[in-house]
């Protein structure tokens, strides 16, 4: 399970949640994506756990010629580098993948979007533990 977390340029905050990982949710999710790209500004993705293929984003719409993909490695502050994609001011969207996300650093986040007049896309799995049962990262 999935849990989204989309503030937009005018800092309208939404969250859902899912666990629907098929190929219709992901082109739908996507096509979503693609509606907040701006002909003259980015789209910069930052540690995605999984990218679908270039063909995929074509026919959902995005325009690959103005996308950034960001790949952490470990030790790397996700929330540093998508709170510094939104201050740079040149990205219309920043879709983010985190493992933790507090609440301070989810404000901060919100709050840097709106300033940068940007949409941003806060995605935290819900991890699976040892006996199989979920155990899901506070969003508080």
Request: charged share 25%; proline share 2%; glycine share 2%.
């Amino acid at each position: 399970m999935n849990t989204y977390i989309l503030t937009d340029a005018v800092n309208k905050t939404r969250f859902f949640s899912t666990n629907s990982n098929t190929n219709e949710f992901e082109m739908r999710f996507w096509q979503a994506i693609a509606r907040l790209q701006e002909s003259n500004r980015w789209l910069c993705v930052v540690a995605p756990k999984r990218m679908p293929n270039k063909q995929l984003l074509t026919e959902a719409g995005i325009e690959l010629n103005r996308m950034l993909v960001i790949h952490t490695h470990a030790g790397d502050d996700v929330a540093k580098i998508t709170q510094k994609a939104l201050k740079l001011g040149k990205c219309c969207a920043v879709v983010a993948w985190f493992d933790q996300l507090d609440k301070q650093e989810r404000e901060t986040i919100i709050n840097t979007a709106a300033d940068s007049k940007a949409a941003c896309v806060m995605v935290k799995p819900t991890y699976v533990g040892i006996n199989n049962t979920k155990s899901t990262i506070k969003v508080a």
